[in-house]
Structure formats: structure tokens, C-alpha cells
């Protein structure tokens, strides 16, 4: 056990791979404008201060839903901002069965990350009554490529 101090964080990850999912970024000059597919991988931290009576930070048999989460939004789908101007030709091709269109915000390994971050957390904190929380997401496009979103302090879901 942990000695209760607030300054004192026990610490755990889960990573979830090899998540066939494509995207375009509209308004870039380049290359990026072009719809173009990755295989994204997704990456939690998880905190709290003392572990559950397994000694777990998180039960990881309790993320069924994150897994869910992952599966619906960035398995073979094609992401596609809000504000793309050619957003009725891709609901278009979804309509005629050529794409799992998923409309976001932001399609961007950020705004990902700061998607998930704010789902999971909600499924996380429920699943531990508060007890536990993420912190940290980071997704990557590729072995290259990856955005973190983080925040120290915990979201108390609504
Ligand atoms: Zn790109």
C-alpha cells in the first residue's frame, strides 16, 4: 500500500495496435490533403493514489468498453472533420458502402488523443468509482509519428 499521500502516484499503461484507419486533413497545402491510412496505435496512462484491492491501478478486465470505443471509431473507417467542404461526397461514398465514414472534430493524432482522453476517462473513472483516472494518451499514425494529449490534474466526468 501506498502511504496516502497526495503526492504519491501509483502509475499504469495500456496499448492497444494495429488499428486500420484513414483520414485527410483538408486545409493542408500538401500531400496531407490526400485521404491517406495508417495503422494507429493508442496508448493510456493511468494513476491513482492507492490500487484497488488486487493492488491494480486499473482493472484491465474492466476496459471492455475502451476496447469498443477503439474498435468503432478507427477500424476501417475513414475520419473526416466537421468542417471538410467535402464532407456530402463522403457521406456520399459511405451511403454506397465504399468507407466507414466517421465524422470528428479533428482528425489529427491530436485531436484524437484529446478525443480519447476525455471518453476514457469517463469510462475509467466510472469503472473505479473515481478512484483512478487518465492522464495521458498519446496515438500514433506510425513507428514515426504521435501525438500526446495530458493534463495533471483528473476530469471529474459530469
Ligand atoms: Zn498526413
Known sequence: MLNGSMSEYLVSTKSY??????????????????????SRSFHFWFRCHQPDEYGFVVDFGGLKAVKALLDEWYDHTLLINRDDPLLSSFQTLHEQGACNLKVVDNCSMEGTAQFLYEQVNTIVQASTQGRAW???????ENDKNSAIYERDQPTIPA
Open 17 to 38: 495496435y494495429n488499428y486500420p484507419c484513414s483520414h485527410r486533413q483538408w486545409r493542408h497545402p500538401g500531400h496531407c490533403a490526400y485521404v491517406h491510412g495508417y
Open 134 to 140: 487518465c492522464f495521458k494518451v498519446e496515438v500514433r
